[in-house]
T-cell receptor, first 114, second 116 residues
Framework: EAQVTQNPRYLITVTGKKLTVTCSQN?????MSWYRQDPGLGLRQIYY???????DKGDVPEGYKVSRKEKRNFPLILESPSPNQTSLYFC?????????????FGPGTRLLVL | AQKITQTQPGMFVQEKEAVTLDCTYD???????LFWYKQPSSGEMIFLIY??????QNATEGRYSLNFQKARKSANLVISASQLGDSAMYFC?????????????FGRGTSLIVHP
């Protein structure tokens, strides 16, 4: 089954404790991205990757890191989480990064930073 | 200025009736894509329908259709014969070329409630 998977689905952590949210897709997609969703703000892009070893900042990259060592995986790293990073996070992928490419989303990760 | 505007924070519709969710966009890129996603209360984002800027005909996917009016820069989602399971948040999104990449932008969403 073609899908985007994220782990964990739910996470409660404390300020400053490094965490990683994994994302994996099995569709051989080149483009992957991370979003955060906050009430009333819709989805905002954090980082994206056009291909292996190619990453770039989205609209709200502060406090986040990513890596793309393999085509299928695109982990999101919070080196020192803060309460304002409490949010719903989505990973998404598409075949390419062009305008007509449909993105497919993972199930989301709900993060609470205390 | 917002690139994607969804003016209806919430909509109510009776089961089996049609409903239109509004979306206007702003871009100077001639080659862009417009998308609608559904987010039920369980939280996942479900792709519904896509319209390319060069497509001559309005996109349709089952009960979903996209009323694409390019000159007005609007891409309204029409759901025919609403069902209770259509109750969800709906997001309009656009992908346009910004610099060397295609950056997606999402609207703030419309909450749709279908009542019996």
């Amino acid at each position: 089954e073609a899908q985007v998977t994220q782990n964990p689905r739910y996470l409660i952590t404390v300020t400053g404790k490094k965490l990683t949210v994994t994302c994996s897709q099995n569709m051989n997609h080149e483009y992957m991205s991370w979003y955060r969703q906050d009430p009333g703000l819709g989805l905002r892009q954090i980082y994206y990757s056009m291909n292996v070893e190619v990453t770039d900042k989205g609209d709200v990259p502060e406090g986040y890191k990513v890596s793309r060592k393999e085509k299928r995986n695109f982990p999101l790293i919070l080196e020192s989480p803060s309460p304002n990073q409490t949010s719903l996070y989505f990973c998404a992928s598409s075949f390419g990064g062009r305008g007509q490419e449909t993105q497919y989303f993972g199930p989301g990760t709900r993060l609470l930073v205390l | 200025a917002q690139k994607i505007t969804q003016t209806q924070p919430g909509m109510f519709v009776q089961e089996k009736e049609a409903v239109t969710l509004d979306c206007t966009y702003d871009t100077s890129d001639p080659s862009y894509g417009l998308f609608w996603y559904k987010q039920p209360s369980s939280g996942e984002m479900i792709f519904l329908i896509y319209q390319g800027s060069y497509d001559q005909q309005n996109a349709t996917e089952g009960r979903y259709s996209l009323n694409f009016q390019k000159a007005r820069k609007s891409a309204n989602l029409v759901i025919s014969a609403s069902q209770l399971g259509d109750s969800a948040m709906y997001f309009c999104a656009m992908r346009e070329r910004t610099g060397g990449s295609y950056i997606p932008t999402f609207g703030r969403g419309t909450s749709l409630i279908v009542h019996p």
